[in-house]
């Protein structure tokens, strides 16, 4: 049997863990009986230069699409057809020929407190050290707590969690759906606010990814979660405003309640000193709102925290 869909995947725990959840889910929008998934519509492994570089100074030249390229280039050449991504991990400019075909439901998009002494982010004590390489989160939390030491914490999912384990901090944030997607919530002490901790733009969520031909396919509508789509593509739009990368602190979250999509976007200094943010609201959105409506949105609010930063805008 000839597969009918191949889908290229990073090789980490995370990654197949979302390649996996899709793989089932296309399978079963293609109706292929779930014996035969694994054939029909495989996995194939590639390395990233962002899986090979654990040093960080080289990520921050080389950015998001480190974690992509090689991926996308299998898409071009036709090696694989579909390609599943955090979108959080997802560049604003989709490459010539490829597009962002579908966006399924977005697990829980908030920041996750780990720590194993301390209960919540509010019980840290004084000078405590916080492993994380995300300079959004590093600006958050100083901003509530100025005394943490934020400490450079890099790896998988798993080689994070065993860091802790180690002592090499007091306690650690990693996004709660990463934790969720690898079976690991347990390890969840707390659960930080959407408001205090904003979370990165479509945190959260997925990407899927097909060359620009296929991104109307049948399959790709059965897996897109109109709502999610909507939130993301206002997140992604203030994003590129304020040109968000890992390299900048910048928070965006859109949430859908009654009709209304609210979003909130905001820019921070590294040392969290200072914190620009925006909220503007769509009302009457349903599941057919136009997700240039949403981007627009995101663009404009946006665009409003770049020009108040303005010249104290922050540039790593
Ligand atoms: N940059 C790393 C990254 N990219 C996507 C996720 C998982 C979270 C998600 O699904 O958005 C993570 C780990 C983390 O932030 O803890």
Redesign the pocket.
Same mark, same amino acid.
Not at 86 to 89: E, P, W
Not at 202 to 206: E, F, N, T, V
């Given at each position: 049997m000839t597969p009918l869909l191949r889908i290229g995947t990073r090789r980490s725990k995370?990654a197949l863990a979302?390649s996996g959840m899709m793989q089932r889910a296309i399978g079963r929008a293609l109706g292929v009986a779930e014996a035969d998934i694994e054939t029909l519509v495989p996995l194939v492994e590639i390395v990233t230069t962002g899986d090979r570089i654990q040093d960080r100074r080289l990520l921050e030249v080389g950015g998001k699409a480190l974690f992509t390229k090689e991926i996308e280039e299998a898409l071009l050449d036709g090696r694989v057809d579909v390609a599943v991504h955090?979108?959080?991990?997802v560049p604003a400019e989709q490459p010539e020929g490829l597009a962002i075909a579908a966006v399924p439901e977005r697990?829980d998009?908030r920041d996750g407190f780990i720590s194993e002494h301390f209960a919540t982010f509010a019980d840290l004590p004084h000078g405590a050290r916080l492993g994380t390489?995300?300079l959004r989160r590093q600006a958050q939390a100083l901003a509530l707590r100025p005394d943490l030491k934020i400490e450079m914490l890099r790896g998988n999912?798993d080689t994070r969690l065993k860091r802790l384990k180690d002592g090499d901090f007091d306690a650690i944030?990693? /996004?709660c759906?990463?934790?969720n997607?690898l079976g690991f919530s347990e390890v969840i002490r707390e659960r930080l606010s959407l408001d205090a901790f904003l979370p /990165?733009p479509?945190?959260? /969520?997925?990407a899927i990814q097909t060359r620009e031909g296929d991104a109307e396919a049948a399959w790709t509508h059965a897996l897109n979660h109109d709502l999610t789509a909507l939130a993301v593509a206002a997140e992604r739009g203030a994003m590129t405003a304020l040109e968000g990368s890992?390299r900048t602190a910048v928070g965006a979250h859109a949430m859908i309640e009654g009709g209304v999509l609210r979003l909130t976007t905001e820019m921070l200094s590294p040392d969290g000193s200072a914190r620009w943010r925006r909220v503007g609201e769509i009302s009457d959105v349903s599941t057919t709102t136009a997700l240039d409506h949403a981007r627009s949105l995101g663009l404009r609010l946006g665009g409003e925290v770049h020009a108040e930063a303005g010249d104290q805008k922050i540039d790593l």
């Open positions: 995370l979302q955090s979108m959080k991990d697990e998009p390489a995300s999912v944030l990693l /996004a759906s990463g934790l997607r /990165a479509g945190q959260g /969520a997925l890992c």
